[in-house]
């Protein structure tokens, strides 16, 4: 044990002396492995460092990712040099954390669009084609804050026109993004079939009853959002497994072991990179123990699935299984035990039963679960909320142990009470599990639903069919309708056809500034997506004459970048050259943006002209290559379409 707590002391010692700039921000080794391979992979060690003083000055937790590094062009108004920078920039999330802890968040209306306008652009790569776009002419978005104990609310109008981010800066066609998904403001969505975790347990979005629950850092929180719906008809992704199903719009959020990721991004990169994707369950909250007891937490679970209620303040436990006695027994928590003495007691119904051995009752004062729990068996969600992920664990624990059954590792709950049912949905959920939907069983006894109960794995995300693995698929969308609801964490708890699961949620950022003025003016990253920036506008600022920068992309594409990058790395001067980045970036994001086979053969043939035109053998290759991956991409998606 000693000899393991030398090494890890040696270990850190050295990552101490290697990077002190990191120690002295309170970074470890650990931590900063999982900033750069997962929160920022790729990203330069000097800009995760960056992002770090970004969120420590704000007072955000680095590692739920509430900025983003974004690769932007950034080109300087005095000397016209344009160099390509990761620049820090807080996402919709870091806006919604600030309205949250603001106390007076009151929910937000679904987004509203303008009329659609179709035009036509010029191809900058093709001077006698036209591009035809139709877009929405604007969107509004509203959100609600609490002034003076009245629900005000506060709206924000974006045109398209305005926002939409160009191919290039000499011409004024969209980019490919843009123009495949000119509703780049549209909600993130879920199908008609999807289950949000609210206080009441799993509902449809059409059929909330109960507060919508959000996933923080701590754990499940309360969210005074209302889920809202609208017309849409175009594609969805499905992943239809047993254990990972689900049906969201293409641009929405998903939470992965690789960070958030569009599910259309999603659909084509696990196409051909299935083993890095997989979609958590669980929700795995930090908060601390509340002021329960063990023993009280496992009888409210044993109460749950055997009790009942007297009458006369009092629950009574009747059991007769010997290991049944012995976890009660061992509680020392109940007023008195008695027998009773029913054995050979015939039941009536259908299907009498005959009763084989005396049953020991417990007696147990109420007011031990005075604020838990009521007559019914309905569960206080306050208190559900306030345990820690052990406690809840406990309680569900207990629950199972009277009322549920073991195959191998599989563990389902079997019941009948719909306040039962509530309980251990958000309990379940709590304690870091993941539930199933329900399976109805019908017997001479009567109804029961059967859940299925899964430990904190992740589901991975495949191309194809395989036992237990979702087969992700682009689908229409049936219902001709889409759901969703925006809480401020940006993470809600999920369940469609399998188990439960983690799943994400922009006008929005400019509604929630006008309504929260200390937000910034600030814009997001998901704002300037696509765009790029100027520098040294103020009139009398002088241009700095130094060698470009390199650009890291371009640099990455051609396979050049052979120098270790350190944290205390300086850009090397290199010869002028032509800089082709943007035109690269461009002609790329074109052929990776095909969504058929004559779309994608006019980006490769424009862009392969291009590229020869550049004389560059690197950028012939590596326009050859991702051409070539495209294809291969849309000639899978038409096989399994077949």
């Not at 303008?114 to 509004?140: H, L, M, R």
């Not at 259309?264 to 669980?282: F, M, N, V």
């Not at 074109?590 to 053998?617: K, L, M, P, V």
Request: glycine fraction near 8%.
């Amino acid at each position: 044990m000693n000899n393991i707590t030398s090494i890890k002391q040696q270990a850190a010692d050295n990552f101490a002396a290697q990077f002190p700039i990191l120690v002295q921000r309170g970074i470890d080794e650990p931590t900063w492995n999982a900033l750069c391979n997962t929160i920022y992979p790729g990203a330069n060690p000097d800009s995760v460092v960056m992002a770090i003083d970004y969120c420590k000055a704000r007072g955000l937790d680095i590692l739920l990712k509430p900025v983003h590094l974004v690769p932007m062009q950034v080109t300087d108004a005095r000397s016209k040099e344009k160099v390509w920078r990761d620049v820090p920039m807080p996402g919709i999330g870091m806006y919604r954390i600030q309205a949250d802890r603001s106390g007076n968040y009151a929910g937000a209306d679904e987004p509203v669009f303008g009329p659609d306008v179709t035009e036509e652009f010029q191809d900058p790569y093709n001077q006698s084609a036209k591009i035809k776009v139709t877009y929405p002419q604007w969107c509004k978005y509203t959100v609600y804050k609490m002034v003076n104990g009245q629900r005000v609310a506060f709206h924000a109008l974006e045109r398209w026109k305005e926002n939409y981010a160009t191919q290039s800066g000499k011409t004024e066609c969209p980019n490919a993004m843009w123009r495949k998904r000119p509703y780049a403001q549209l909600a993130k969505c879920f199908d008609s079939e999807t289950e949000v975790l609210t206080s009441e347990g799993f509902q449809r979005f059409a059929q909330v009853t109960g507060r919508i629950l959000q996933v923080t850092d701590a754990g499940l929180e309360y969210t005074d959002a209302v889920p809202f719906v609208q017309s849409y008809d175009g594609p969805m992704v499905v992943a239809d497994g047993t254990r990972l199903n689900f049906c969201v719009t293409p641009n929405h959020d998903m939470i992965t072991n690789q960070g958030r990721v569009e599910a259309g991004l999603l659909y084509e990169q696990a196409t051909t990179d299935s083993d890095k994707w997989s979609i958590p369950r669980t929700v795995l909250g930090n908060r601390g123990d509340a002021p329960f007891s063990d023993s009280l937490l496992a009888l409210v679970g044993y109460l749950l699935a055997d009790g009942s209620h007297t009458g006369y303040h009092q629950y009574r436990i009747a059991v007769s299984r010997p290991y049944k006695v012995l976890a009660l027994d061992s509680l020392k928590l109940h007023m008195r035990k008695t027998i009773k003495r029913d054995a050979g007691r015939i039941s009536g119904g259908d299907r009498p039963i005959t009763t084989t051995s005396n049953k020991q009752s417990f007696t147990y004062d109420a007011a031990l679960v005075n604020g838990i729990m009521c007559h019914d068996k309905s569960v206080s969600p306050e208190w559900a909320l306030s345990l820690s992920v052990r406690q809840a664990r406990i309680v569900v624990d207990a629950l199972l142990e009277f009322d549920g059954s073991h195959n191998g590792s599989v563990r389902r709950l079997h019941q009948s009470n719909a306040n039962v049912i509530k309980a251990f949905e958000v309990l379940a959920v709590q304690a870091g599990y993941s539930i199933s939907v329900a399976a109805v069983q019908n017997s001479d006894l009567g109804q029961c639903s059967r859940f299925t109960l899964s430990e904190t794995i992740s589901s991975p995300v495949v191309k194809g069919v395989e036992k237990n693995r979702a087969s992700l698929t682009i689908q229409p969308n049936i219902g001709g309708q889409v759901w969703c609801v925006t809480v401020p964490s940006g993470v809600i708890v999920v369940r469609r056809k399998g188990l439960s699961m983690l799943c994400g949620n922009c006008t929005e950022a400019q509604a929630l500034r006008k309504a929260w003025p200390e937000i910034g003016s600030e814009p997001t990253a998901e704002e300037m997506e696509g765009k790029e920036i100027i520098i040294n506008e103020i009139p009398g600022s002088q241009p700095q004459h130094g060698a470009p920068a390199k650009s890291r992309t371009l640099d990455a594409i051609r396979g050049q970048s052979t120098e270790s990058v350190t944290l205390e790395h300086e850009q090397m001067a290199e010869p002028a050259q032509a800089d082709h980045a943007n035109a690269y970036a461009d002609h790329c994001a074109a052929i990776e943006g095909a969504s058929d086979t004559a779309e994608w053969q006019h980006a490769y043939t424009t862009a392969w002209t291009w590229a020869n035109e550049t004389g560059d053998q690197n950028i012939i290759a590596g326009i050859k290559q991702i051409a070539g991956e495209r294809k291969k991409q849309l000639s899978a998606g038409h096989g399994a379409q077949q």
